[in-house]
Each structure stands twice: as structure tokens, then as C-alpha cells.
């Protein structure tokens, strides 16, 4: 199934480059930094890095901000909250919550890939109130419940 997005360059990053695959099966589109000057990211400091551009998706659909597996490699960049999700409503600018887990200074420049967005379908979902929950094998296990392998 194909879906139309809209996208909007922000005012003043006409020079910075729209998300696009990299790769002709790629699923996520590689998202540039908007800053206006380099921003340097210590170790176990966080930063939010603007892209220059907003979105218009169609009711049904989210946008997912993810960590760039090169950078998480090489310097220890990744994304918090990851994976960050933009909302079909949200026509702001798409933000990245960049932090450096590395041991290095890391310096952002203007038009660097940071991130990617991947696209993804959002199911209509109804919760229902109930009195009890039907019973399954694993119960209320969680966190670790099954042991360590």
C-alpha cells in the first residue's frame, strides 16, 4: 500500500537536504541536521538537532525517528527516546534527540545525516474496560521473569 506525505522546508533551510533513501530497498529516509552553526555534543550530553522541514501525513500513519547505525557504531551518536514518533497531527518542525554515548566530542554540521525516519502504519485500536483479563501461561510475568540465558 503506498501513502502520500506532504513535506514543508522550514523558512531559511532551502539548502538542506530533504530525507531520502539511500538505497533503492532502504526503509527508513536519512535525515539531515538544520543547524544554523556546528554543534558540538560531548560525552553523555543530548542536543535537539532541527531537520528543516515539517510533515502532513495521512490520518493512520506515524513517522519514527531512529538512530543511524554508522554513527551509533563509529561515535557512540544515537537517538533517545528512540524511536522517537511524529504523529499524523504534529505539523511542527521534526526534531532529533541526539546523544553522544561515545567517549569523544562529536561536532554536528549543517546538511550531516543524523537520523532516519521510517514510516509506519498505526492500527485504529479501541480499548475496552474489563473486570478481569483472561488467564495466559505467562501471567503477570515481565522484566527478566523467564531467567537469564
Known amino acids: 500500500m503506498s501513502h502520500q506525505v506532504q513535506i514543508k522546508r522550514i523558512e531559511g533551510n532551502e539548502d538542506i537536504q530533504l530525507p531520502q533513501k539511500m538505497s533503492e530497498l532502504a526503509s527508513g529516509f536519512d535525515l539531515y541536521a538544520a543547524v544554523s552553526e556546528p554543534v558540538t555534543l560531548e560525552p553523555g550530553r543530548r542536543a535537539l538537532i532541527p531537520s528543516g522541514f515539517a510533515l502532513g501525513m495521512p490520518a493512520g500513519l506515524e513517522a519514527q525517528i531512529r538512530p ?20 499524523a497531527d504534529y505539523r511542527g518542525e521534526v526534531k532529533v534527540l541526539l546523544i553522544n554515548l561515545g567517549q569523544e566530542p562529536f561536532v554536528i554540521n549543517r546538511n550531516e545525516r543524523i537520523a532516519q525516519m521510517v514510516f509506519q502504519e498505526v492500527p485504529n485500536v479501541a480499548l475496552e474496560v474489563v473486570a478481569e483479563l483472561a488467564e495466559t501461561v505467562r501471567g503477570a510475568g515481565g522484566f527478566g521473569h523467564t531467567g537469564r540465558k
Do not use: W
Request: charged fraction near 15%.
Open 68 to 87: 543511524r547505525s554508522g554513527l551509533a557504531l563509529k561515535h557512540g551518536i544515537t537517538c533517545l527516546n528512540s524511536p522517537g514518533t511524529i504523529d
